[in-house]
């Protein structure tokens, strides 16, 4: 029988995942649709309430919103979402029979991880590029009063289209990076929630704590979207994404296929050794 190669095993690890999730899985039943509700209700519910109070006589302290920061419930909730359900689905893995499948069919496991990083950061990916388009599209429409200086083609809502969709493909890699490293599916989740909500927000408290922010990683990447913060970017706009993959690349690499390596390694070596005594 032959030995597949890495591509194979992924191309399989991508279809297996696929059979695993269809039908009426927590993916589609569950993440997918709180992907687009919950920033959609509250990017729209916001839009309403600040359209109505502009529309007030003698409100004209309600200021109009502009391209640069009408997509933040966007990266702020739906990247986060599919980060912690393609960090879920891997930390699974580990537990009951599923472990002894994964081992019988993805001998070179790495490959599964590199599976489910491609298969949850596409859907991510996807996911964002509809969000935006819709939210960017039907701002200036709906509510002109206060985002109708909002347009999807001006430079910075093409910026959102490529860079968002590029952060919620690489944050998907740091959830398996984590589902790899936490094997407890409820505590990877809340290690990264903390990680993204907490721990990058309060390291300012922390002595010399803006330094330390600067190299945040997720604050990183959202300022590399464009998106209007307080955060200013270390490496600037385009450099600061890069940084954020580099580090999702390589906590998938420390996790997820260097202790892969390191067990292979004495085996090898005693393969060597043994064709090397014949």
């Given at each position: 029988m032959n030995n597949p190669g890495p591509i194979t095993l992924v191309r399989r690890g991508i279809a297996a995942e696929w059979t695993r999730t269809s039908g009426r899985s927590f993916l589609w039943t569950a993440a997918v649709p709180l992907t687009f509700a919950l920033p959609l209700v509250i990017t729209f519910g916001i839009a309403a309430v600040a359209?109505?109070?502009?529309?007030?006589?003698?409100?004209?302290?309600?200021?109009?919103?502009?391209?640069?920061?009408?997509?933040?419930?966007?990266m702020t909730f739906s990247v986060s979402i599919m980060m912690v359900t393609a960090a879920y689905a891997h930390a699974t893995q580990w537990h009951g029979q599923t472990s002894d499948l994964n081992a019988f069919l993805f001998p070179r496991s790495?490959?599964?991880?590199?599976?489910?990083?491609?298969?949850y950061g596409v859907i991510a990916a996807i996911s964002t590029v509809v969000l935006l388009v819709v939210v960017m599209v039907t701002l200036p429409h709906q509510f002109p009063h206060i985002?109708?200086?909002?347009?999807?083609?001006?430079?910075?809502?093409?910026?959102?289209?490529?860079?968002?969709?590029?952060?919620?493909f690489a944050a998907c890699g740091v959830g398996i990076a984590v589902g790899?490293?936490?094997?407890?599916?409820?505590?990877?989740?809340?290690?990264?929630?903390?990680?993204?909500?907490?721990?990058e927000n309060a390291v300012n408290l922390l002595p010399h704590g803006y330094t330390l922010q600067a190299y945040a990683p997720f604050l990183n990447a959202v300022a590399s979207t464009g998106q209007e913060v307080a955060f200013v970017p270390r490496f600037g706009?385009?450099?600061?994404?890069?940084?954020?993959?580099?580090?999702?690349?390589?906590?998938f690499v420390i996790t997820a296929v260097l202790p892969i390596l390191l067990r292979l390694m004495p085996g090898r070596r005693r393969a060597l050794a043994e064709s090397g005594t014949t």
């Open positions: 359209e109505r109070l502009a529309a007030v006589p003698g409100q004209s302290y309600v200021a109009t919103v502009t391209t640069t920061n009408s997509v933040y419930w966007v790495w490959t599964v991880a590199l599976a489910r990083w491609i298969y985002y109708g200086a909002v347009h999807v083609t001006d430079s910075a809502g093409i910026r959102f289209l490529w860079t968002v969709p590029t952060y919620a790899s490293l936490i094997r407890t599916p409820s505590a990877a989740v809340a290690v990264l929630l903390f990680w993204v909500y907490v721990a706009r385009t450099g600061s994404l890069l940084y954020f993959i580099l580090v999702a690349v390589a906590l």
